[in-house]
T-cell receptor, first 108, second 112 residues
Framework: NAGVTQTPKFQVLKTGQSMTLQCAQD?????MYWYRQDPGMGLRLIYY???????DKGEVPNGYNVSRLNKREFSLRLESAAPSQTSVYFC???????FGSGTRLTVV | AQKITQTQPGMFVQEKEAVTLDCTYD???????LFWYKQPSSGEMIFLIY????DEQNATEGRYSLNFQKARKSANLVISASQLGDSAMYFC?????????WGAGTKLIIKP
């Protein structure tokens, strides 16, 4: 039982490159979330999916897109990375407060 | 809109002493949940304790307890008998509908 699995753990991108962060959960939860955490701050919600087939913007959605592929998987895509997107990204299912281990993304 | 305020950016506490980390919140929802998380220097987010707005008893989990004062909109975390391994960032968060809103965190350092 892995809980929430998030990949990759580390990534360095050049400005303008694209990438997709993957998240999968094996707890059969409906709701999934993507957060970013900047140094010295709490988490801020980027996007969330209350159920399969639905997605909604959170507090800081600009520059990101998401896909809820099925009930298990919720991916986050950066179409054209910018240095301001350097951050640590967490995927979560909130029902029992399960977080992935985080992705440390650096955009140079 | 919901808001979490953690007024203590950092705290130093002597090992084995009890610690209280402050959290106040603002919400217009009648039903909500309050969470505390620990984030050690390794970066993972560890769930500690949860309090529902309708729970009559204060939540407890081992050495962690939540001092929930609904009228004051306060949800302080109490750690009894602190240990060196408790040194970390601690975050308070509130859930209403489908979103978690986070405070800025408190950095706790336990001194030997």
């Amino acid at each position: 039982n892995a809980g929430v699995t998030q990949t990759p753990k580390f990534q360095v991108l050049k400005t303008g490159q694209s990438m997709t962060l993957q998240c999968a959960q094996d707890m059969n939860h409906n709701s999934m979330y993507w957060y970013r955490q900047d140094p010295g701050m709490g988490l801020r919600l980027i996007y969330y999916s209350a159920s399969e087939g639905t997605t909604d913007k959170g507090e800081v959605p600009n520059g990101y897109n998401v896909s809820r592929l099925n009930k298990r998987e919720f991916s986050l895509r950066l179409e054209s990375a910018a240095p301001s997107q350097t951050s640590v990204y967490f995927c979560a299912t909130v029902r029992d407060s399960s977080f992935g281990s985080g992705t440390r993304l650096t955009v140079v | 809109a919901q808001k979490i305020t953690q007024t203590q950016p950092g705290m130093f506490v002597q090992e084995k002493e009890a610690v209280t980390l402050d959290c106040t919140y603002d919400t217009s929802d009648q039903s909500y949940g309050l969470f505390w998380y620990k984030q050690p220097s390794s970066g993972e987010m560890i769930f500690l304790i949860y309090q529902g707005s309708y729970d009559e008893q204060n939540a407890t989990e081992g050495r962690y307890s939540l001092n929930f004062q609904k009228a004051r909109k306060s949800a302080n975390l109490v750690i009894s008998a602190s240990q060196l391994g408790d040194s970390a960032m601690y975050f308070c968060a509130i859930r209403g509908r489908d979103q978690l809103i986070w405070g800025a965190g408190t950095k706790l350092i336990i001194k030997p």
